[in-house]
């Protein structure tokens, strides 16, 4: 019974790793990146323009300070 359980759970492993590969293989965009890096791409864009938009409050603000 025991052997039983360890070779199921070898086969288990062996599915789950080639089922994670197979996803990443599909998920990749056409120029090549993966769905992951352009999600961190478009993250940091966001978060670009966030910063841009603070500082040109603030520079509004030490204007209308003057």
């Known amino acids: ?9 070898g086969i288990k492993a062996i599915l789950k790793t080639t089922g994670k ?4 293989v599909m998920v990749k965009s056409p120029d090549g990146k ?8 478009e993250q940091t864009q966001e ?9 040109a409050q603030k520079k509004e603000e030490e204007e209308k300070k003057k």
Request: proline content about 0%; aromatic content about 4%.
């Open 1 to 9: 019974m025991t052997a039983y359980n360890i070779d199921n759970l």
């Open 21 to 24: 590969a197979t996803a990443k």
């Open 34 to 41: 993966s769905g992951a890096a352009e999600r961190e791409e």
């Open 47 to 55: 978060n670009q323009v966030k910063t841009e938009e603070k500082e």
